[in-house]
Each structure stands twice: as structure tokens, then as C-alpha cells.
């Protein structure tokens, strides 16, 4: 029986004792004729007024990723219950008696058949059906199942799909980017982006629950809410850096109730770095509310970003 447990980001605020001024972020939206939302942002940076705006049409914004659904371990038990059902009626073998016990990942089942032999080839066969329905069930909503450190399997938010599948509803956002900055570098670009996501307010702890994706806003989603936990952004940023500078590796990296992001750039001595398959990453924290630069990340993680330790997964 394989065990598999739900894998729920539950980020720590990155609190400091008294957040400057400099923090607050300005959101004004308005409604346009022509279907478009306008998103105009504007904060303090280094003493100087900074402004940022982009134009959603606010079908995409409703839209998006409308398949995102919390992982349900009753509804996955229920879809494999049906695919067993389902394939017991094709079978159509008079001997065999199948029990479907307890819940779990697959669903557990006791086969008895004309021979012990013939018990197995079933029990096989009618086990792979009901993980192929969990894994079609866990597509739909956007999750996946990955084997993590230290030798778990997990199902979570299906990251690297959410950002391929975010891309052309982000567009407008990076052209505006764009626009801004028509010669840029990765690293300007990057602390660009922190400065104005960890602004945008953190999503509430006690919000969430128990369960698979709680907090978890889709890119559009986050924008439209005006909020976002520690992953949510990182897929955010990800995303826009994709779109803008296709070439650059990107990593997402699972820390204890934390995520933050690992972009393929050029490094600098102050920077916090890791080296995963044969190239360095430095590592960006768009969490917020802390206004953390580019190859900075809180000291509690230190201990965790070491390969071979740190889990982690290609954008």
C-alpha cells in the first residue's frame, strides 16, 4: 500500500518588529468601458514614488483557472470506488469477490478468484484503474503527486502546470512590464518584482485549513484578491519571469511551511545561493510583508537549503 500525505504550504509571516512606511502599497482599480480592469499600484521605494499599472479583461481574471479546487482525499476514495465498479462490470468473472476496505492512496481491496494466482493478476489489474482515476481526478483540479525528501510521496498544488497554464492570461501584465523596462537585467527585473509582491498583503493563516492548496490563489486570482500566501507569489513571479526572460532557469523550493524561488542568474557575493543540478540559483522570497532583496531569505531557513536536503522542483 503506497502512503501518501497531503503536502500544505502554511507560510510564516516574515514580521519585522515595526515595518516602515516605505512598506505600504497603494491599489486603485477601475473599471473600463471596454471590459479591462485597470491595476494601479503605487509605493515608496528608497524615498522615490514608484507606479505600476497593467490592464486585465476581467473575463480572464474570472475565468482563470477555473478547475483549481482543493485536494478532497473523500472525493479521490470516491472516484476510485466508481473506476473499481466500473471495471468489476466489465470483468465479468463469476469467481472473483472483491472488498473495498478503508479509505487510502490507492483504495485498499481484498480479491479472491478461482486461484491465488488469478487473485493477484486481478487485484493488479483493477488497482491500476483506480490510480489512474485518482491521478485524472488530481489533473483536473491542478495537483500532482511528488516523492519528497525525506522519502514521502505527497500530493500538492501542481505549480510548474499553474504557471504554464498562467502565461497567456498574464501577458498584459508583462508587457506593462515590459514597457517599464525596456532595458533591463535579470536582477533589476527580479527586485522589481519583490519590491511590489511582498507589498501585496499576506494571506491570512487562519484562513486555511487542513487541506491540500488552502491559501493557494492562481496568479490571476491573487491579483484580483489582492492577496496571496508564500507560493502563490512565487508562482506569480515566476510566471512574469517567464514570459519576460524565457532563457532564465527558474526552481521553486519546499521549505518547512515555506516557498520561496530560485532564478538562474548571475550571483554576487552577498548573495544567498544553492546549486541544484549543476547550477547556481539565488534564492528570492516575494512573501512579504519583510522587504527582503534579491539573494536574501530568512536565517530559520539556513538550515534546509542545502542540496541534497532541500526539495525542490524545475519551472
Not at 503506497?2 to 505600504?24: D, E, G, N, Q, V
Request: proline share 6%; hydrophobic share 40%.
Amino acid at each position: 500500500m503506497i502512503r501518501t500525505s497531503i503536502f500544505t504550504l502554511s507560510c510564516w509571516l516574515l514580521l519585522w518588529s515595526a515595518l516602515p512606511a516605505a512598506a505600504s502599497l497603494q491599489l486603485q482599480r477601475q473599471q473600463l468601458t471596454d471590459g479591462n480592469q485597470l491595476f494601479s499600484y503605487r509605493w515608496q521605494q528608497n524615498g522615490q514614488r514608484v507606479d505600476f499599472s497593467f490592464q486585465l479583461p476581467e473575463q480572464n481574471t474570472q475565468q482563470h483557472l477555473r478547475s483549481f479546487r482543493r485536494y478532497s482525499p473523500q472525493l479521490a476514495d470516491t472516484y476510485m470506488r466508481q473506476a473499481l465498479q466500473q471495471e468489476l462490470a466489465k470483468l465479468n468473472a463469476p469467481m472473483l469477490r472483491v472488498d473495498a476496505l478503508s479509505a487510502g492512496n490507492p483504495l485498499p481491496i481484498r480479491v479472491t478468484a478461482q486461484t491465488s494466482q488469478d487473485a493477484q493478476q486481478y487485484r493488479q489489474h483493477l488497482t491500476q484503474h483506480m490510480l489512474q482515476a485518482r491521478q485524472d481526478y488530481l489533473t483536473s483540479i491542478y495537483h500532482t503527486e511528488l516523492s519528497i525528501n525525506p522519502g514521502r510521496q505527497v500530493i500538492m498544488v501542481d505549480h510548474q502546470r499553474i504557471l504554464a497554464d498562467s502565461l497567456q492570461d498574464l501577458l498584459p501584465v508583462a508587457e506593462a512590464l515590459q514597457q517599464k523596462f525596456p532595458y533591463t537585467t535579470t536582477r533589476e527585473l527580479s527586485q522589481f518584482l519583490l519590491d511590489w509582491l511582498q507589498r501585496i498583503p499576506y494571506q491570512r493563516l487562519d484562513s486555511r485549513s487542513n487541506s491540500s492548496a488552502a491559501g493557494f490563489l492562481p496568479p490571476l486570482q491573487l491579483l484580483q484578491q489582492h492577496r496571496g500566501d508564500c507560493d502563490s507569489k512565487v508562482v506569480l513571479m515566476a510566471t512574469l519571469l517567464r514570459l519576460l526572460l524565457p532563457d532564465v532557469s527558474l526552481v521553486i523550493l519546499y521549505l518547512p511551511n515555506h516557498a520561496v524561488l530560485g532564478i538562474g542568474m548571475q550571483s554576487q557575493s552577498s548573495d544567498q545561493q544553492l546549486r541544484l543540478d549543476g547550477q547556481n540559483f539565488v534564492l528570492a522570497d516575494p512573501t512579504g510583508p519583510a522587504l527582503q532583496p534579491i539573494g536574501e531569505i530568512a536565517e530559520r531557513y539556513q538550515l534546509y537549503l542545502q542540496p541534497g536536503i532541500v526539495n525542490y522542483r524545475k519551472l
